[in-house]
C-alpha cells in the first residue's frame, strides 16, 4: 500500500510526477497552495482567486494521476502550512514537493522545499522542480 502527498506550486507537473512516482499509488492527495497572490491580496485576505487557480491545478494534477483513490484541492498560501494541514488527516507513506525554479517562484513560495524537508524528516520526501512553461 503507497500512501502519497503531493504538494505543487505548479501547476504543470504531471508528466514529472508520474515519471517520479509510477503507477502504484493506492492514496493520493493533491495539495496545491494558493501562492500566485500579491503581497496586498494576502494581507487583504483577497485570495479568492488565486484559491480558485490552485483549486483548478490540484484537480488537474490528480485527474493525471493513476491512483485508487485520489483527493485534490487548494492549500494554505504557505506551503509548509498545507503540507501540515493535509498530514492532519492523511496518512502519507510518501510526501513529493513540487516546485518552480527560483526564477518562476512567487514571494509565498521561495525556500518551502527546503522547509518542508527539515519539518517532514521521517517521511519519504521526493523533490522535484518543474518550471510551468514545460
Given amino acids: 500500500m503507497r500512501n502519497v502527498l503531493v504538494i505543487s506550486s505548479s501547476e504543470w507537473p504531471a508528466a514529472a510526477l508520474r515519471a517520479a ?6 492514496e493520493l492527495r493533491v495539495i496545491v497552495p494558493a501562492v500566485r497572490q500579491s503581497r ?4 487583504t485576505n483577497a485570495d479568492d482567486d488565486a484559491r480558485e487557480v490552485a483549486d483548478d491545478a490540484a484537480s488537474s494534477i490528480a485527474d493525471a494521476l493513476p491512483s485508487q483513490e485520489t483527493e485534490a484541492s487548494a492549500g494554505d498560501s ?3 502550512l498545507a503540507a501540515e494541514d493535509a498530514l492532519r488527516d492523511f496518512a502519507a507513506d510518501e510526501v513529493v514537493v513540487v516546485t518552480r525554479p527560483d526564477e518562476e517562484a512567487t514571494w509565498l513560495e521561495e525556500g518551502s522545499s527546503e522547509v518542508i524537508a527539515r519539518r517532514l524528516r521521517g517521511l519519504k520526501l521526493t523533490r522535484l522542480v518543474v518550471s ?3
Fill in 78 to 80: 504557505d506551503p509548509l
Fill in 132 to 134: 510551468d512553461s514545460d
Fill in 21 to 26: 512516482l509510477g503507477d502504484d499509488i493506492d
Fill in 40 to 43: 496586498l491580496q494576502w494581507l
